[in-house]
């Protein structure tokens, strides 16, 4: 391939015509001290707060304290080869990040720059990392449902678009994993979702980006990674620029969910930065104003007014827990910013219930508007039963002789519980979970064995899918339940023809 | 900020403006700057001087004899002043006063500190009217120019001064311009 000189010599021309011969005038100051991913510089007396500022050997940093004759810089990049004595130059201009719609499909660091090979983003937008929360009148309440695809979710702690809902547990629980099925769930669902990791382990974060490419997600997914060997700031920036990425596709009235595993990390990378900036330490050794940290983060998650384009944020925030215990600093303070909590136990996850969700102190505070009609009827009284079965089940631990009323109830709440259960990343759509907590709250499943909820129930699906898909297609499109005699004689048709998988293994091994 | 030990950095201003004052008033701020450059030049001489006077294995009639030397043909303010720093252990921020002091009688004189870098050395005229141009744009009434010459920066002047860099030399331009190429 060759190019001509004159075309070649025309380019230059243009690109010359473009340059503008200006004297450039700087801001600068002396850096005093470095170490530790912090600068402290004299000079810079007009640095504003959040400025970017550049080193001599091209490094970025944030000006955080302004304080009488200096500046403390948090340094975003190299800084091994920053000296004392070094120059430092204002830019004017507050951190920003690429935003739009090349964004798709990548995975990006902290800074927007892509780190997953596949050559530079076609972006030539960008939005401030911080900016300001949607105000009361710029926001309208809760009202569309975001189908997680976890049974257990959907019907117990339901989420709507534009809520805020906290994932919490213990290490180990599946915190992650309900992020990312919830990811797989998006699917033509019309949203957009950023999964920022922070400080999560370099392979994990391939794996994950693996697993969502595998089932498709990465076509509507951005993953923001902030890895564990990167300078702290990375890690504390890393929301607030996943949050910017999410508001340019917010504003423009599209629909994002924005996942944050997790804030403790990020946490503690802020903890570390204020205790170098020489901030003074509170509880835990956090600073003074880490409740806003978050609570700023977390506010710019919203369901926008129709005035506005009728966009929406949905944030799911991770924390990790310490042995369980969450009134320790960060998660009290998490719970209280949130509209509601998904709480995991370790206990339960050991036990093979799976997701770990403790329906007890799982609650959501918005959601329940969102829920549709079909969804709201099979699931009211579910939390009450699975409450009032685990307080039994305690109870009759001892006993041998019961009623047949506590009997029943204790049939049902083990069913409760299995069909609450659900193998990884296989989310449901809404209908089929209609219906199988349907055949569950209306007595369908009493007579099959426990073992065999799980059979009976893909063998439910089967069915409708061949013999009864109009009757899905009505819970799907009106969002109610369809005629009842209906439904009730197509699960009558199944569960008669339903033959216990257990049962004929049985059989099979007594005639042997 | 917690309170914690200050620093020499710390205390230098509050030395540095008392100094000031008094020498105002006395109507001799010319005065105690000459002798101020008179003792930053020989500190700069003898870069031991501070190392012994500071020194925990040296007794104190010891440094007062040196100090009395030091302290010799000096008008009383400075040397009270030297004196004072001394007799509180803070002889050691004597150079940070004096920088403090300088940037005070200069900043009430109008005098702009600016650092020029050229590729050849500049003639009279040029700096003469470079220095009336700094003046004017740092809002001073006359500049003192340290000259630097670099031959790197191939053309055009660089002008240091206020915590700003003014570029104008050729090789940022050309540097920008090449940027600008590479960027498409």
Redesign the interface.
Known sequence: MSMKTEELSA??KQ??A??Q?D???????TVTYVGDGIARAQ???NAMANELLQFSNGSYGMAQNL?T?DVGIIILGEFDNIREGD?V?RTGRIMEVPVGDGMIGRVVNALGQPVDGMGPIASDKTRPIESPAPGVMQRQSVFEPLQTGLKAIDSLVPIGRGQRELIIGDRKTGKTSIAIDTILNQKGQNMICIYVAIGQKESTVRTQVETLRKYGAMDYTIVLTAGPSEPAPMLYIAPYAGSAMGEEFMYNGKHVLIIFDDLSKQATSYREISLLL?R?PGREAYPGDIFYTHSRLLERSAKLSDALGGGSMTALPVIETQAGDLSAYIPTNVISITDGQIFLQSDLFYAGTRPAIDAGSSVSRVGGDAQIKAMKKVAGTLRLDLASFRELEAFTQFGSDLDAATQAKLNRGRRTVEVLKQPLHQPLPVEKQVLILYALTHGFLDPVPVDDIASFESGLFDYFDSNAADLEKTIATTGDLPDTDKLDAAMKAFAAGFQAPSATSNTTAATN | ??PMALTN?DVAPRYGRSTFEVAQSQQGEQQTFDELAQVQSVLADNPQLLQVLEAANVSPEDKQKLLDNVKQALSPLVSNLIQMLFDYGRIGALPLVITDYNARFKAAQGIIDATVTTAVTLSDAQVESLGQAIATRFGGKTAQLQQIVDPTVLGGVKI?SQ??????TVS??LK??SA??LA?
């Open positions: 380019l230059i690109q010359l473009n340059y011969d004297l450039s005038v700087d801001e600068v100051g000079g810079l007396e304080e004759d120059q130059k020489r003074p | 900020m917690i950095r240091m915590n700003q860099i003014i570029d104008g940022t331009k920008k311009l600008a190429l498409e």
